[in-house]
T-cell receptor
Framework: AQKITQTQPGMFVQEKEAVTLDCTYD???????LFWYKQPSSGEMIFLIY??????QNATEGRYSLNFQKARKSANLVISASQLGDSAMYFC????????????FGSGTKLNVKP | DVKVTQSSRYLVKRTGEKVFLECVQD?????MFWYRQDPGLGLRLIYF???????EKGDIPEGYSVSREKKERFSLILESASTNQTSMYLC????????????FGSGTRLTVV
């Protein structure tokens, strides 16, 4: 069963504007971790940000923030002040602490930043 | 700098060949994983290993096998390559600790002709 849903296959954003990439997840476990990864055209997967299920505050890492709404089971990534180098695929992932630490990935969102 | 190294960046193999994809990590990680990535499907788990000589099937194990004889090395084997196994293959490793993500290899783009 699919556990991570990213409903935006592709998005455009103007340079210097903010953009939100959507992610919803499904789990009945009380403890889990949510991650966002960036994959540029070169193919490497780059870790961006992490949110634990018990964290009270939304995670932030520089221009990245995670809008965590636990009751709605959503973990949207917000990128502020978009840059051309932000053009990439973005994957939301959930870590299953109870099942060998497997990660479940969404299908990804292709972000294009326009100059 | 911690690393997960995949032996080949690009591979072209013929249908029916036995194919070995190698992954080595230098971080003493217990858990290692093999995914394939296809457009529109995201990353799908093929096999994983939580310890030496231990292996578990992921979501799409058919047509694949794995080997983990040493902690640092996790090999993916395509017993008889088929064209529908043309894909990007990603290896990853991690430790069983909350908040710790995957460290990924750079990927192997396999084409089966």
């Amino acid at each position: 069963a699919q556990k991570i849903t990213q409903t935006q296959p592709g998005m455009f954003v103007q340079e210097k504007e903010a953009v939100t990439l959507d992610c919803t997840y499904d789990t009945s476990d009380p403890s889990y971790g949510l991650f966002w990864y960036k994959q540029p055209s070169s193919g490497e997967m780059i870790f961006l940000i992490y949110q634990g299920s018990y964290d009270q505050q939304n995670a932030t890492e520089g221009r990245y923030s995670l809008n965590f709404q636990k009751a709605r089971k959503s973990a949207n990534l917000v990128i502020s002040a978009s840059q051309l180098g932000d053009s990439a695929m973005y994957f939301c992932a959930m870590r299953d602490f109870y099942n060998f630490n497997k990660f479940y990935f969404g299908s990804g969102t292709k972000l294009n930043v326009k100059p | 700098d911690v690393k997960v190294t995949q032996s080949s960046r690009y591979l072209v193999k013929r249908t029916g060949e036995k194919v070995f994809l190698e992954c080595v990590q230098d971080m003493d990680h217990e858990n290692m994983f093999w995914y394939r990535q296809d457009p529109g499907l995201g990353l799908r788990l093929i096999y994983f290993s939580y310890d030496v000589k231990m292996k578990e099937k992921g979501d799409i194990p058919e047509g694949y096998s794995v080997s983990r004889e040493k902690k640092e090395r996790f090999s993916l084997i395509l017993e008889s390559a088929s064209t529908n196994q043309t894909s990007m293959y990603l290896c990853a490793s991690t430790i069983p600790q909350g908040g710790y993500g995957y460290t990924f290899g750079s990927g192997t783009r396999l084409t089966v002709v």
